[in-house]
């Protein structure tokens, strides 16, 4: 089936510094979300890209639709310790296909 | 604020038992969604439901069923539970008109001994 690929898998960072990471795929996407999972909870959506190139942001967060349609990234500036979680890629084909989740990357923020 | 609830956090079960698991939205969506996840792997769909009494089986069906008999509620079933279904599920649910953003339930850490 499809899968999606992320790197990197984990990441142990001093507060302060800025994360990048990304997701890549086989198979183009027409819709790429990126979700965040706090310890303990279930994830939350971030961000939701829609359009080859398009860049996005959301507070310190800022995720990119690769032009090929077959990656994405999300950058964070300045982490703190509330930063703490998994991050989820996803892409959607069309509107009426299944998500599919990447394995996500395991972020820690280092006081 | 949508809220989606799962009726355990935790849960130990036996091998070859028949475990339930809970879902319950409280924002009228149409969709919902059971998914496992597991470390390496992401979230793999089980089964979905578009309304009250239909399903879909999603990427790993084996060893599962659902019921939907309201629309607020969407349940797992595991008929026989076997160790290797030791694995933290998740329930998520979708307006119609939104084909994008999932709400997730907290997840329910289930262990099969």
């Known amino acids: 089936g499809q899968q999606l690929n992320q790197s990197p898998q984990s990441m142990f960072i001093q507060e302060g510094e800025d994360v990048s990471m990304n997701c890549t795929s086989s198979?183009?996407?027409?819709?790429w979300l990126w979700y965040k999972q706090d310890p303990g909870e279930g994830p939350v959506l971030l961000i939701a890209?829609?359009?080859?190139?398009e860049l996005t942001s959301n507070g310190r967060l800022t995720a990119q639709f690769g032009i090929t349609r077959k990656d994405s990234f999300l950058n964070i500036s300045a982490s703190i310790p509330s930063d703490v979680g998994i991050y989820f890629c996803?892409?959607?084909?069309?509107?009426?296909?299944?998500?599919?989740f990447g394995p996500g990357t395991s972020l820690s923020v280092i006081p | 604020d949508v809220k989606v609830t799962q009726s355990s956090r935790y849960l130990v079960k036996r091998t070859g038992e028949k475990v339930f698991l809970e879902c319950v939205q409280d924002?009228?969506?149409?969709?919902m969604f059971w998914y496992r996840q597991d470390p390496g792997l992401g979230l793999r769909l089980i089964y979905f439901?578009?309304?009250?009494?239909?399903?879909e089986k999603g990427d790993i069906p084996e060893g599962y069923s659902v019921s939907r008999e309201k629309k607020e509620r969407f349940s797992l079933i595991l008929e026989s539970a076997s160790t290797n279904q030791t694995s933290m599920y998740l329930c998520?649910?979708?307006?119609?008109?939104?084909?994008?953003?999932?709400?997730f339930g907290p997840g329910t850490r289930l262990t099969v001994l």
């Open positions: 439901s578009y309304d009250v009494k239909m399903k």
């Open positions: 198979s183009i996407f027409n819709t």
């Open positions: 924002m009228d969506h149409e969709n």
């Open positions: 998520a649910s979708r307006p119609l008109n939104s084909y994008n953003e999932q709400f």
């Open positions: 996803a892409g959607q084909k069309t509107s009426y296909d299944k998500v599919i």
């Open positions: 890209l829609y359009k080859a190139g």
